[in-house]
């Protein structure tokens, strides 16, 4: 995955690199410097999801600077 992509300081969302503001909370506090990368399908179900708080499924980053 390529880390030129960007990621929503606010939710954890990974967004294009193109973007201006994050897909899913309209954040415009985007930055390219973050690790790990998780799909998550089932946030209902997933403990990771319940530790970032994130409740739609997507691409998210475990860590942003
Ligand atoms: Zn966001």
Same mark, same amino acid.
Do not use: F
């Given at each position: 995955? &390529? @880390?030129?992509? *960007?990621?929503?300081?606010?939710?954890?969302? =990974?967004?294009? #690199?193109?973007? %201006?503001?994050?897909?899913?909370? &309209? @954040?415009?506090? *985007?930055?390219?410097?973050?690790?790990?990368? =998780?799909?998550? #399908?089932?946030? %209902?179900?997933?403990?990771?999801? &319940?530790?970032?708080?994130?409740?739609?499924?997507?691409?998210?980053?475990?860590?942003?600077?």
């Amino acid at each position: 995955m &390529a @880390s030129n992509r *960007l990621v929503c300081r606010e939710c954890h969302l =990974v967004n294009d #690199a193109d973007a %201006e503001t994050c897909a899913s909370c &309209a @954040s415009s506090s *985007l930055t390219e410097d973050w690790a790990g990368y =998780v799909v998550i #399908a089932h946030p %209902e179900e997933s403990d990771i999801a &319940a530790e970032m708080e994130v409740t739609k499924p997507g691409q998210y980053a475990l860590k942003v600077r």
